[in-house]
């Protein structure tokens, strides 16, 4: 068998071309970056000058910045009860028996093939004011008589972003949860039947306890993804109408790219890295629990 | 005490509105990307013509030759976007490539071997996956820049493989962990080096999760926006995302070219899925809930 020693030796030859391409391109950019943040960024030159804590001491005292917190957490909540809650009645409903069920299972992928900006456009064309088709249908239904501007009205922007947001990532829900749902025991299943449980009961008493560790896995994982939204902001709304959708990633590329303002930009971002890494710390202990 | 009659009716009932509830899931799914190829094929003036018109009276391959230049007369825009497929391929492709590579070999390691700081490391690993994209966008560009990198896919192709690796790190972690470890034990009897058991055993037991990983690797770069949106600011090194997203944005908004560059830059991504639906849904949950 192997020694120890050697064993080690061996470990840390196989990891090695992993660990310093994660070293050159996630520690040392992640280091470069907690400088940046601490610095003025001359926007031409990119010479540094040393502010220390004037970046932060800007953006904790701008209330753009909070109202964008406020935004990502409004998205993050509502966007994920909503795919939570419609993931469990989808997945359920697929796992009953019907004609076409493995057809329907197969489909119901698709929509999470679909790029993220590609999907951001086809949304921008179905809610188009003037021309999109959910304001025809709703038109042609007789329940409106003039097109909504369903993304640049700031109360309801926000709301269809969620919304084309869940038509692509719901897919994903439902076939981390279908499989959940096939190692549900069949005779307990059928003994709660017997027993005559409602179907209400049913769900909370022999779904659920199976469900809930890959629940609490989708809610972690998808709080991550969350946070980050930035493509389908950059498409539909940029942030707009009014600042209405500036979610904290498009805050902090706004405040980069558009005022050329690179050490706050950094500020921004170890911000945002910060929340994921202690999402990733209540991730990794989840980990560990369900083993 | 119920009738039989009544509860033959209460039967039908729930299998009609068993049925109800899937066409409303399969309207759901597939009506938005049904919309998206008609929407491609719709003429132009039926687009921009305010009504209720739904269905286009007739059917235009215009843009469709436009875009694969069948009619020689390509717009400027239109080159840019056939040239995007072909640095998306080669982007995806090889950061795929080299992330499976290093990434295999290195979670190997994590999952057999035994050495010193392997839980930090595999920590890092997830943390980098985790990490919203935008959280490294200042320090890779002001790297980039001073290095004169900005502009070239070889750019993208070294950040995707960053975040990549650490996910087929992640992944292929735990599904080796699901391998026997008698397997290796007989290869090791054999005199096999603990390189050889891997390359012999390891790596065909494992080529489900291989696919797995590698279509879901494929699709993460494929997707991928921000850095190309930064780093790919020549027409030479555009990615499908950032060509896609030009057509809503940069020229004025063209909604059949939205569509029609979406339904082709979705063809792909949907192929894979459909293909290798199994294995994706299990490269989906076997990493996320095993450690």
Known sequence: ??????????????????????????????????????????????????????????????????????????????SIALQIVLGIMVSMLLNQKFVGRGLVRALILLPWAVPTIVNAN????????????????????????????????GKLALNMIILADTWRMLPLVVIM??????????????????????????????????????????????????????????????????????????????????????????????????????????????????? | MKTRTSRKIKKTAATVLLYLAVIIVLLWTMGPLLWMAVSSIMPGREMLESGTRILPSAVTLERYAVIFGIDGQATQQALVFRRSILNSVIVAGVSTLFS???????????????????KALLFVAMFFQLLPPISLLVPYYIMGS????????????????????????????????????????????????????????IVPTAAPGFVAVGALSFLMAWDEFLYALVFSQSDSAKTIPVAVSEFSTKYGVDYGMMMTSGVV???????????????IVSGLTSGAVKE
Request: glycine fraction near 8%; charged fraction near 15%; aromatic fraction near 16%.
């Open chain 1, 177 to 291: 949860l279908l499989a959940g749902l096939q190692t549900v025991s069949q005779s307990v299943l059928e003994a709660t039947i017997v027993d005559g449980a409602g179907r209400w009961k049913r769900f909370w008493c022999v779904y659920f306890p199976v469900l809930k560790p890959m629940l609490l896995v989708i809610l972690v994982l998808r709080t991550i993804q969350a946070i980050r939204v930035f493509d389908i902001i950059y498409v539909l709304t940029k942030g707009g109408p009014a600042n209405k959708t500036m979610v904290i990633s498009f805050y902090s590329y706004f405040e980069t790219f558009n005022y050329l303002n690179y050490g706050k930009g950094s500020a921004i971002a170890m911000i945002i890295a910060v929340l994921t890494l202690i999402l990733a710390l209540v991730y990794f202990r989840m980990l560990k629990t369900n083993d």
């Open chain 2, 100 to 118: 499976i590579v290093f990434g295999s070999v290195a979670a190997y390691a994590f999952s057999r071997l035994m050495f010193k700081g392997k």
């Open chain 1, 122 to 153: 086809l949304w921008n064309w179905i809610l188009n004011s003037n021309y999109g088709i959910l304001n025809r249908l709703l038109m042609k239904a007789g329940l409106i008589s003039e097109g909504i501007p369903w993304l640049s009205d």
């Open chain 2, 265 to 279: 830059a979705t063809i792909i991504p949907l192929l894979l899925a459909l293909f290798f639906q199994r294995y």
């Open chain 1, 1 to 78: 068998m192997f020694k120890k020693n050697s064993e080690s030796r061996t470990a840390y030859m196989m990891i090695a071309p992993a660990v310093l391409i994660i070293l050159g391109l996630g520690i040392f950019p992640v280091g470069y970056s907690i400088w940046l943040s601490f610095n003025k960024v001359n926007p031409l030159s990119f010479d540094l000058d040393f502010i220390g804590l004037e970046n932060y001491a800007q953006i904790l005292s701008n209330a753009k910045f909070w109202q964008s917190i406020g935004i990502t957490l409004y998205f993050c909540a509502v």
């Open chain 2, 146 to 201: 001073r290095t004169g990198m900005v502009g070239h896919i070889i750019t993208l192709i070294i950040i995707d493989t960053n975040f990549i690796l650490a996910y087929v790190i992640w992944v292929m972690n735990g599904y080796y962990k699901s391998i026997p470890r008698d397997l290796e034990e007989a290869g090791r009897i054999d005199g096999c080096t603990r390189f050889g058991v891997f390359w012999r055993i």
